[in-house]
């Protein structure tokens, strides 16, 4: 098969399922799951498909209150190093343009967010939030909304970054607790860039 057929395939079987496994995707089509990235590349930069752990979902039909680049809570432009999205029921799809809009966003939202996802500081892989270490308080500044926050995959990579630019280290629902117990104290917290 050529590789835009391919791509074609593979776009109509994400489209139907939703979400679909790279490895999935490799024995359907009887290709190497590095093909399957390779095909998967254009589908990714055109924003029909998002990468998720494992595998990609469709994105094409989502649906956000604001553009695709700008966050659905405070209206800045989205960053996708520092992205949070919320998977919502009916393939509904919000983008947040940093942890700190996301966690806010996902704590208005509560239980009809199906899944999370955000980007690791320092590999870029997308992971779930929910299992996600989150640094609040650090150093660095990255110029986005106040107070910080920065994710990690793991524990001790996140430990490691405190250790050399400070802040703190909490898992996903402590974060979430303390983005809004600073929100509603005023404590140094607006959803602006700094």
């Not at 679909?20 to 990235?37: C, G, N, Q």
């Not at 498909?49 to 700008?70: D, F, L, M, R, T």
């Not at 640094?135 to 990579?157: A, N």
Request: a positive charge; aromatic letters at 6%; hydrophobic letters at 40%.
């Amino acid at each position: 098969m050529l590789p835009a057929k391919r791509r074609e395939r593979i776009q109509q079987m994400v489209q139907e399922q939703r979400h679909v496994k790279v490895s999935d995707l490799s024995r359907a089509l009887k290709v190497s799951e590095m093909t399957i990235y390779r095909d998967l590349k254009p589908l990714l930069e055109e924003g029909k498909i998002i990468k998720v752990h494992g595998g990609v979902i469709w994105a094409e039909e989502s649906v956000s209150s604001s553009p695709a680049n700008e966050c659905v809570l405070c209206g800045s432009q989205t960053d996708v190093r520092l992205a949070y999205r919320l998977l919502l029921p009916n393939q509904q799809m919000e983008t947040a343009c940093c942890p700190h809009c996301g966690l806010i966003r996902h704590r208005q939202l509560q239980e009809r967010v199906v899944q999370a996802m955000c980007q690791d500081f320092f590999t870029q892989t997308t992971i779930p939030a929910a299992q996600a270490w989150y640094v609040l308080g650090t150093e660095v500044d990255l110029r986005c909304c106040q107070p910080q926050v920065l994710v990690f995959e793991r524990r001790d990579h996140a430990d490691k970054f405190v250790r050399g630019f400070g802040g703190k280290v909490l898992p996903f629902a402590a974060a979430m607790d303390a983005i809004h117990h600073q929100m509603e104290q005023g404590a140094d917290g607006s959803c602006a860039k700094s």
